[in-house]
């Protein structure tokens, strides 16, 4: 609207990955947080911090760059 264009004058990236960004005119460039990950971690942190079975410590959960529409890809 504002006479710029995707991705040649700005690239847009969305904080988490939706049918909206999947679906959008272009297609939006997003993160999969993967929430079922996410949950199934927590969970278990949970579980385990009320059991006291195992020491917790930091989660690391791999995102995934779902490149679409709204960027390029550099090279």
Known sequence: QAGMRTPADIMVVAGSDSEQTRNSSPPI?????????????????????LTDTTASGPVLIQSELLVRGTTRRSG
């Open 29 to 49: 460039t997003s993160v999969d947080l993967r929430p079922p990950v996410v949950a199934r971690a927590a969970i278990e942190l949970i579980t385990n911090k």
